[in-house]
């Protein structure tokens, strides 16, 4: 290689890596916000959750269909969380893995599965699937008003019976340096899931208690998928966080080689121009 | 002084309040309910509304646009919704969502998964931007 192209090779390399370490800052504090964001989220789910255990414990002559387990399960219903933009490593890659050996499993068993994504990413990668619903473009801090559509779509083949269970599957925020693929099983609702309690009231319903119970049921899945799409974006920075710091540190890496090999090449060059022009006085004499 | 109960007002998206309170006044969907201490266990859907509740004596409030309440003696906790619902705004955006699966379906076959052509492709593409750039810079170098 000569002198000019190694050169240039370094300049490249060095703009590369001021993006990279400038993508590295914003996704760190946006990787902040988001965790606040999965924090403040969860005082929701929290209440929902005791409420409908107080529900699941009482005496009612209404028992809503998600908490029955159905026996024969023909279909089930996908919900796959991704992020929309990429650069973030493996973090979609091994998520859709996750995704496509449970599918597969499923199909081994005949039963066959309805998909609804979160997130561009998804959409790509299991268009050949078919997907029924889909929503995309929600952005660093997403709304559950533009999340219901997907979440109407699934809970309303649930309830016509055209799927028997609905899963979600997202990444599951451990810390900031590690996420993991995770699946969930939100329909119908795992008795476990639900909290111990050491005593139990019923209560009075307004307007009656099918009513409320069919809106509390509905927004206690929006707020766990609220709060798995509002997980995958932490996930989301601190994965490219991640990635962009290696990718920094690569190519720092890399400009001190390419560094060393310029200054090689340099250092031949002038040793050589030296000894022709030593040679070339000697002819001379 | 006068007894207390604990009101926590949350939504989906955040924490909206969290104190002691005398009284509460809620917009119930099936007319406005005023709650104080030691009220009956009791659940009931909210319509888009004030929230009053008075702390220390005093009236303060906050718009809720609809939600569910949940009443314990000592206890009153709002889930309050982010946005407006109804069953036919509801069913828009399901419609919505569905449309726009159909839409980004229609723009590729939907063909088998094969990894190894994909990857295939990918490194076909690879190759092409390495021998693109090699080219500018041959180019470039006079």
Not at chain 1, 141 to 147: I, V
Not at chain 1, 184 to 210: A, F, G, R
Not at chain 2, 2 to 30: K, Q
Not at chain 2, 94 to 109: I, P, S, T, V
Request: glycine share 6%; net charge negative.
């Amino acid at each position: 290689m000569g002198l000019k192209e190694i050169r240039t090779q370094i300049k490249s390399i060095q703009s590369t890596k001021k993006i990279t370490k400038a993508m590295e800052m914003v996704a760190a504090s946006k990787m902040r916000r988001a965790t606040e964001r999965m924090q403040a989220s969860r005082p929701y789910a929290h209440k929902m959750r005791e409420v409908v255990s107080h529900m699941a414990k009482g005496h009612l002559e209404y028992k809503h269909p998600y908490t029955l387990e159905r026996d024969n399960v023909k279909r089930v219903g996908y919900i796959i969380i991704s992020t929309d933009r990429g650069l973030c490593g493996g973090l979609n890659t091994n998520l859709f893995k996750k995704a496509f050996q449970e599918i597969a499993d499923w199909k081994e068993q005949g039963v066959e599965v309805d998909i609804a994504v979160y997130g561009g990413k998804a959409l790509n990668a299991f268009k050949r699937y078919g997907v029924v619903a889909e929503a995309t473009g929600l952005g660093d801090k997403p709304e559950l008003a533009d999340m219901i559509g997907p979440i109407k779509v699934m809970l309303d083949a649930y309830d016509e019976g055209k799927i028997d269970r609905l899963i979600m599957v997202e990444n599951e925020f451990v810390n900031n340096m590690t996420q993991t693929p995770r699946s969930t099983q939100l329909v119908p609702i795992k008795s476990e899931e639900l909290e111990e309690l050491d005593y139990h009231w019923d209560y009075l319903y307004e307007p009656d208690s099918k009513e409320v119970i069919d809106a509390l049921m509905q927004r206690y899945i929006e707020s766990l998928i609220y709060q798995g799409v509002v997980e995958n974006v932490a996930c989301e920075m601190s994965s490219r966080m991640i990635a962009m710091k290696s990718a920094t540190d690569n190519a720092g890496s890399m400009i001190d080689k390419l560094q060393l090999v310029y200054n090689k090449a340099r250092q031949a060059a002038i040793t050589q121009e030296i000894s022709e022009i030593v040679a070339g006085a000697a002819a001379v004499e | 002084m006068a007894m207390t109960m604990h009101l926590n007002v949350v939504s989906a998206e955040e924490e909206l309040f969290s104190g002691t309170v005398e009284e509460v006044f809620a917009p119930g969907t099936m007319g406005d309910l005023g709650i104080i201490p030691r009220h009956a266990q009791l659940v009931t859907t909210l319509k888009a509304g004030e929230l009053r509740y008075v702390t220390n004596g005093h009236m303060a409030s906050l718009f809720v646009s609809g939600g569910i309440m949940e009443v314990q003696p000592h206890v009153v906790t709002v889930l309050a919704d982010t946005a407006i619902r109804a069953d036919d705004l509801d069913e828009k955006a399901a419609e919505d969502a569905m449309e726009r699966a159909e839409a980004a379906l229609e723009g590729k076959d939907p063909e088998d998964l094969n990894y190894e052509a994909l990857q295939a492709e990918l490194e076909a593409a690879k190759a092409q931007i390495q021998m693109i750039h090699n080219i500018g810079k041959t180019l470039g170098r006079h």
